[in-house]
């Protein structure tokens, strides 16, 4: 029997003192590759930007002969694995006053936690990963926390190789010897993001079969920070009907921390780990910054991949975050090919993103982007 309870930041400030950590999963560095298909889906939100990426998208095809293709170039998220985890440490720190856990899960890729691990004060940073599983039409996030460091290169390997060239039979063997690995944390992330756009009820449906074949080897599902309350909600109630407990993501590309946390009296990662794989229970705390609107937050974060880092020499600009592949076959940042903004599709999509971070937009576009549906308790 697993439990859940939610705490809201708003209403349970006497609750949150009962704690003494809080646990951040599942958030981004720049050893993340992401596609660059958030620009067809940011700019549908919104009818200007919409319309200045389709505009340059037509301009792309009669030009080349065939549609742009976002999925050919990669970018990665602006922050390193010390940002990452101070910015984190900070929030809970200063805004909870609790002791903080923090696992960061970037894509297919340990090298965050593998750097973290030389420097002292790091030495016991959790080697997790957002593991991408191909199934059937689509895919699905696993975020795999704590992998044993003695062989977490040789765990990469196998989980790339299924990624690479799929099979149901080495997938159940792959979970089944990570459920039997001590101290290691199964979670499906953002189960209901129908993020291959194959239809919503089409992912339900896939991901209800995944659950019901590997479910066994999972220990939760994910509340994800940066989805909405409504596909949330739902997933809440996925994961009881499959009594596996609800844990927080907070999913964070950015520099916005993690907008939901979990809650615990334990000490350290592993005993946090024992609570939810034999414990089963979950205290899911959702922070101030999770009322904003979705795709208000979900805005600000693209401002944070666009805008310039002069803290960080060699990725100051966002051409020096985002990669292309040449016809030798390397990977290239755009800076090399293109100055200032870029290209006339980035440059538009740019120029308005800029416009709408000033003050006044920013206010405007708040109200404009708020949905009743969305309302928390």
């Not at 903080?100 to 940073?125: C, G, K, Y």
């Not at 062989?151 to 010897?177: H, I, V």
């Not at 538009?348 to 000033?358: D, I, K, T, W």
């Amino acid at each position: 029997m697993s439990h859940t309870q939610f705490h809201y930041q708003w209403r349970d400030g006497r609750a949150i003192q009962r704690f003494r950590s809080a646990v951040s999963l599942h958030s981004h560095t720049l050893h993340s590759h992401e596609s660059l298909d958030f620009i067809p889906r940011f700019a549908q939100a919104i009818p200007l930007v919409r319309e200045a990426v389709n505009a340059q998208e037509r301009r792309y095809e009669r030009k080349n002969g065939r549609a742009l293709d976002y999925d050919s170039a990669y970018w990665t998220p602006p922050l390193s694995e010390r940002d990452a985890v101070q910015l984190e440490r900070s929030q809970i720190h200063s805004s909870l006053d609790l002791a903080a856990l923090v696992s960061l899960t970037d894509h297919d890729n340990i090298d965050a936690a593998s750097h973290l691990h030389m420097f002292e004060e790091h030495r016991d940073a959790p080697i997790s990963v957002e593991w991408t599983v191909p199934y059937g039409p689509t895919f699905f996030h696993l975020g795999i926390h704590n992998l044993p460091t003695g062989n977490s290169r040789a765990w990469m390997g196998r989980l790339a190789e299924f990624t690479a060239a799929p099979q149901s039979n080495e997938l159940r063997s792959l979970l089944s010897d990570l459920s039997a690995t001590q101290d290691v944390l199964i979670v499906f992330n953002h189960p209901l993001w129908d993020e291959k756009a194959i239809g919503a009820q089409l992912h339900r449906d896939l991901a209800l079969e995944f659950l019901n074949n590997y479910g066994k080897w999972l220990h939760a599902l994910e509340l994800n920070g940066m989805r909405p309350w409504s596909e949330n909600q739902a997933a809440a109630t996925l994961a009881d009907s499959v009594g596996l407990p609800f844990l927080s993501g907070g999913d964070r590309h950015g520099a916005e921390p993690n907008a939901v946390l979990n809650l615990t009296n334990r000490s350290s990662f592993p005993e946090f780990i024992d609570e939810i794989r034999r414990g089963r229970r979950s205290e899911i705390l959702l922070l101030s910054q999770y009322r904003e609107p979705h795709r208000q937050r979900y805005f600000e974060t693209i401002c944070d991949v666009m805008r310039d880092y002069p803290e960080s020499p060699g990725r100051v600009r966002w051409t020096d975050r985002f990669y292309f592949r040449t016809a030798q076959g390397l990977d290239a940042k755009l800076s090399t090919v293109w100055a200032g903004d870029g290209p006339g599709i980035c440059s538009a999509f740019l120029s308005l993103v800029r416009l709408m971070r000033s003050p006044q937009m920013k206010s405007t576009m708040r109200y404009a982007m708020r949905d009743k549906s969305e309302a928390l308790p």
